[in-house]
RNA sequence: GGUCGGUUCGUCUAGGGGUUAGGACGUAUCCCUUUCACGGAUAAAACACGGGUUCGAUUCCCGUACCGACUACCA
């Protein structure tokens, strides 16, 4: 009875893997490393037509990235395998046709004309959800309106069919949802779903049953817009006779638009210049590419803190989580029931947490490789000691040399509201007086050598250092404002600190 | 429309028959600081509504409203 967990994260190859899959992947992992179980990755993509190709590769570099990758996949299987529904189809028509002998289901006929005859005809008779039902099959072509030899003249014909469930007239099917209880409703609302499409291929419906026990799948966690049809999965177990080993279920609320209503969407993100998907995606039939938390600068951890959030909490106040914290604090029973707004705000707090705790060598190198995307060279060192002073003021990686590319580039303009508002003789004094102080020293020029001499500068001129301490960062730095300017006057050194200082006593002065 | 689900600060949420309804993001102010940021402090900010049950309801029950999902030979 105490059987090992197994649960299942599986997408559909359509795409990009949208975030809030990432979520449903994320739970399920967290799930199973708490439980000591298993995580595993099935592809459903029983819709040959909606196949895009790279998507696969997609989600399998996405967990990846994330650290979150399953056990057993098409990838790495397991001994339940094939792990891609496309390469199990021979073993699903077996269990539609012992649905067929226990008379849970039945063959149809009905072209997509019909079909749509049907729905047509029903809308005019003011029937507001037109359905393959209990009543309206009486009306079809299908093996329980037609007789057994021509049911069996059209099977040798090779005419097109479907099977499909037959929903039982009036009984009530319950559920228990580890998220939202006992869910109950009446198969009278349910209709005869579509299990073996006219291509050979099951759908959703049955080949995620027939998976799920044949894989040994004991949790079935997935985002809340399987509710209405997990009825139905529920009824399948039972006439498949899978009742007593049927997973348990748990309904994920949904992630939503940030502002106003709906499920998130693409759109959404697009509109509001946030990334919506793990990493960034070339869509091969339009050649667009949707924006990556990866490529916009997030780390993975951060996206994890984030969307481990989205849903779920553990309890007690704390904020910042590693994998293994959140493997830890884990729990079904602490996951909400509402939707849940996607705020990029908390996404980019969280970044900015886990970029600090970077080292200056990590951020360095990032910073370096920036730099000599520019074309432009530093050296590692310096890279680390300009990262240093950077990391508390960015919430990106690639902001460190964006703010702070002045290191490098000695001003040839200067900020005109600082100049015209500071700018003044007193700082002309001061900074020509370092000068010289400057030429007379020496010894290792670390930031308090440069802060003393700077002292020492405005002490001789007779000048309060606060009163000129902004046009000092503008003649070196050509800004308003930035990181300790005494560390940045170490960083820059002696000779390129006089440099600069040179150029700006005589570009400054001449303006004011 | 029907079925199902949901509803605590702007957002993510804790809590739960009697609380000053707690935290975080964001916002504002102050402190720190030669600037900016970080950090620290403070503030504004919520139980959708109506009925019950109860001494007492935000919490339990029932309605209503609102929001969402689903309603394909898609997943």
């Given amino acids: 009875m105490n059987q090992t967990v197994r649960v299942r994260f599986a997408p559909s190859p359509t795409g990009a893997l949208h975030i809030g899959g990432v979520r449903t992947a994320l739970y399920n992992y967290l799930f199973a490393r708490k439980t000591g179980g298993k995580f595993l990755l099935r592809i459903?993509?029983?819709?040959?037509?909606?196949?895009?190709?790279?998507?696969?590769?997609?989600?399998?570099?996405a967990l990846a990235w994330l650290g979150i990758s399953p056990e057993e996949s098409p990838w790495h299987p397991g001994d339940c395998g094939p792990y891609r529904q496309s390469e199990r189809k021979p073993m699903y028509m077996q269990y539609a046709l012992d649905l067929i002998e226990k008379g849970h289901a039945y063959y149809a006929f009905d072209t997509a004309e019909e079909l749509e005859a049907m729905r047509e005809r029903l809308t005019a008779a003011r029937v507001v959800s037109p359905q393959y039902n209990s009543i309206t099959r009486t009306q079809m072509?299908?093996?329980?309106?037609l007789s057994e030899d021509e049911?069996?003249?059209?099977?040798?014909?090779g005419e097109p069919y479907v099977i499909r469930i037959k929903i039982p007239r009036k009984e009530e099917v319950r559920l228990h949802d580890m998220i939202r209880g006992w869910v109950v409703v009446h198969s009278s609302t349910l209709?005869?779903?579509?299990?073996?499409?006219?291509?050979?291929?099951?759908?959703?419906?049955?080949?995620?049953?027939?998976?799920?026990?044949?894989?040994?799948?004991?949790?079935?966690?997935?985002?809340?817009?399987?509710l209405p049809s997990a009825p139905l999965h529920v009824l399948l177990y039972r006439y498949l006779g899978w009742e007593d080993t049927m997973p348990q279920f748990a309904h994920l609320p949904l992630l939503?638009?940030?502002?106003?209503?709906g499920k998130l969407s693409k759109r959404d993100a697009e509109k509001q210049g946030f990334p919506i998907f793990p990493m960034d995606w070339k869509d091969p039939v339009t050649g667009?590419?949707?924006?990556?938390?990866?490529?916009?600068?997030?780390?993975?951890?951060?996206?994890?803190?984030?969307?481990a959030f989205l849903g779920w909490n553990p309890g007690d106040e704390r904020e910042l989580f590693t994998l293994d914290e959140l493997v830890?604090?884990?729990?079904?029973?602490?996951?909400?029931?509402?939707?849940?707004?996607?705020?990029?705000?908390?996404?980019?707090?969280?970044?900015?947490q886990y970029l600090r705790e970077k080292?200056?060598?990590?951020?360095?190198?990032?910073?370096?490789?920036?730099?000599?995307?520019?074309?432009?060279?530093?050296?590692?060192?310096?890279?680390?000691?300009?990262?240093?002073?950077?990391?508390?003021?960015?919430?990106?990686?690639?902001?460190?040399w964006r703010d702070s590319k002045f290191m490098l580039i000695a001003p040839t303009t200067f900020d005109q509201e600082v100049a015209s508002k500071k700018w003044n003789q007193e700082a002309v004094s001061v900074l020509t007086q370092y000068m010289e102080e400057l030429e007379g020293f020496t010894e290792e020029f670390s930031p308090e050598a440069a802060k003393a001499l700077l002292e020492k500068a405005a002490e001789t001129t007779g000048f309060k250092l606060g009163k000129v301490m902004q046009a000092v960062r503008l003649a070196v730095t050509g800004l308003g404002g930035g990181p300790d300017l005494m560390a940045v006057f170490s960083i820059l050194g002696k000779e390129e600190l006089a440099k600069r200082i040179k150029f700006a006593l005589e570009t400054l002065s001449i303006q004011s």
């Fill in 191 to 226: 209709d005869d779903k579509v299990l073996m499409k006219s291509d050979g291929m099951p759908t959703y419906h049955l080949a995620n049953i027939v998976d799920d026990h044949l894989m040994k799948i004991t949790h079935v966690i997935r985002g809340e817009e399987w």
């Fill in 141 to 145: 072509k299908n093996s329980l309106t």
């Fill in 256 to 261: 939503l638009k940030p502002d106003g209503n």
């Fill in 359 to 400: 080292t200056d060598a990590e951020l360095g190198a990032f910073l370096k490789a920036d730099i000599e995307k520019d074309g432009l060279g530093i050296s590692e060192d310096k890279a680390a000691k300009i990262a240093h002073i950077m990391k508390d003021r960015v919430t990106f990686p690639q902001d460190i």
């Fill in 288 to 307: 667009e590419t949707a924006m990556g938390f990866r490529e916009a600068g997030y780390l993975p951890e951060a996206v994890l803190n984030f969307l």
């Fill in 44 to 61: 459903e993509d029983t819709d040959q037509a909606r196949f895009v190709p790279g998507a696969e590769e997609y989600i399998q570099e």
């Fill in 328 to 352: 830890e604090a884990f729990s079904i029973e602490r996951i909400g029931k509402s939707g849940t707004k996607f705020d990029i705000n908390k996404a980019k707090w969280y970044n900015e």
């Fill in 151 to 157: 049911v069996k003249a059209r099977l040798a014909f």
